[in-house]
């Protein structure tokens, strides 16, 4: 079956086109058949799909259009996929599209798991809006598009990136502040990246050959977002994004954890509104805001590597430092773990913050081994701890579009959804 993937932003809609059903799934033969990004919607937008050739290689379309919504994105992206000229095997109208897979950011306490989108099911996304309010308008602008496209046919499944954290216990969930305060506002750690840590434990359970119940893991997804979860007997038990993606980890333009007391100071200093605060530490933060120069570590790492630039080397430095905190806490948490594993962008190509992160952790045993983290970069799976090391490190790419399409399979089949 073709599932169509969509992951919309607010003025982008990145898709991927897989092809699954039962027995590839059990088989791990589900393969991607085509992807693609549209950014800047609303104005001349820019176009980038590529289709998958048999050989492995890729046809790719550049192009620079007008698209004045997510409909008008929608549409070009499924008229691209069933044209002739586009010429992927058995796929020449919407029908040969067999179901809408979308990624959704807040589910909230109440959708803890992937659903067929009802009207009721959408009701219950846009309750989530408090929650979530610059991410779930854009994942529900893709829902109603795709209405609109496909005139109300297509079956659509929501995949929530909160609902993987559902199992978190009220002690990690919960804030020390008044506890009316979750009674009324719901006001408790979701954490995010769900699917991204979801897929990384099922993988490593693959790559182990052992079953669900004894995976106790650490997956660290280091992005231009960043957050690390404690993971025992495959359910996630902690992780560092709280109510909202700030909370955590240093990332690109986010702080991470601050004492709440500086929003306070800093709007009387500087003369800013809550809000001003807010976007100071979401958007000029982290890794921009230390090192005043690029939230792009790969570009940071250049500058420290090649210039010795010193508050480069102090971002990275405050970057890595943060994420083996979080090693050592969740170490506890968990009361040990078998691997540690490495997702997201950074997590998966730079073996230079991994080296940072991993170095002086051989109190907790964890060892790498320099020439097999150096050598695993650019999609490459695999351990790169040393033998003698009593934790395993892993990297593994995430691939949350394979996870949102085998979800939307099972949902319409009625299989049974993993947890
Ligand atoms: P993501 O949000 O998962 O796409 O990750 C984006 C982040 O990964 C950006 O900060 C990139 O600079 C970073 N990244 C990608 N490749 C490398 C690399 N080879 N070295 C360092 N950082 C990288």
């Known amino acids: 079956m073709n599932i169509l ?18 027995e590839k799934i059990k088989t791990d033969t589900d393969r991607r058949l085509a992807h693609g990004v549209i950014e800047r919607i609303g104005g001349p937008a820019l176009v980038n799909f590529s289709v998958q050739n048999a ?11 007008p698209l004045r919504d997510h409909s008008a994105a ?3 992206i499924v008229q691209w996929i ?3 000229e586009t010429n ?7 029908s040969d599209i067999a179901a809408v897979g979308h990624r959704v950011v807040h589910g909230g306490e109440e959708l803890t798991r992937s659903l067929i989108i009802t009207d009721e099911v959408i009701k219950q996304i846009e309750d989530c809006i408090d929650l979530a309010p610059l991410h779930n308008p854009q994942n529900l602008k893709g829902i109603y598009a795709i209405r609109k496209v496909f005139g109300g046919t297509a079956q659509q499944v929501a995949v929530f990136d909160t609902a993987f954290h559902h199992t978190l216990p009220d002690y990690a969930y919960l804030y020390a502040i008044p506890y009316q305060f979750y009674r ?14 979801r897929y990384v434990q099922y993988r490593y359970r693959m790559l182990k050959n052992i079953p669900r119940d004894t995976v106790n893991v650490i997956s660290i997804h280091l992005g231009n977002g960043a957050s690390v979860c404690a993971i025992k007997g495959g359910r996630s038990q902690d992780t560092s994004m709280g109510m909202t993606p700030l909370e955590g980890l240093i990332m690109g333009t986010r702080s991470g954890d601050i004492d709440p007391a500086v ?3 800093l709007a009387h200093k500087e003369g800013f509104s809550l809000s001003d605060v807010e976007a100071v530490l979401n958007k000029q933060s982290g890794l921009l805001g230390i090192s005043g120069l690029t939230n792009d570590m790969r570009e940071l790492v250049a500058e420290a590597v090649e210039n010795d630039d010193r508050r480069a080397k102090l971002a990275i430095e405050m970057f890595a430092y943060r994420a083996k905190k979080y090693i050592g806490s969740y170490l506890a948490s968990l009361n040990g773990a078998s691997a540690i594993i490495f997702t997201g962008g950074i997590g998966e190509n730079s073996d230079y913050v991994r080296g940072r ?16 983290n150096k050598a695993t970069t650019r999609g490459k799976e695999g351990k790169i701890s040393a033998e003698s090391s009593r934790l395993e490190v892993y990297v593994i790419p995430t691939n949350e579009e394979l996870l949102i399409a085998r979800d939307t399979l099972r949902c319409l089949i009625g299989l049974e959804l993993p947890r």
Do not use: M
Request: with cysteine; glycine share 10%; charged share 25%.
């Open 55 to 65: 050989d492995g290689s890729q046809r790719t379309t550049r192009e620079a259009v």
């Open 82 to 84: 069933i044209s002739p």
């Open 184 to 197: 009324r506002h719901k006001i408790r750690r979701y954490g995010f990246h769900g699917i991204s840590h």
């Open 263 to 265: 929003l306070e100071h």
């Open 357 to 372: 992160i991993l170095d002086g952790l051989d109190w907790l045993g964890i060892t790498p081994d320099e020439a097999l």
């Open 5 to 22: 993937v969509l992951n919309c932003g607010s003025s982008s809609v990145k898709f991927q086109l897989i092809d699954t059903d039962a």
């Open 74 to 76: 929608i549409e070009k």
């Open 88 to 94: 992927i095997s058995g796929i020449s109208t919407y």
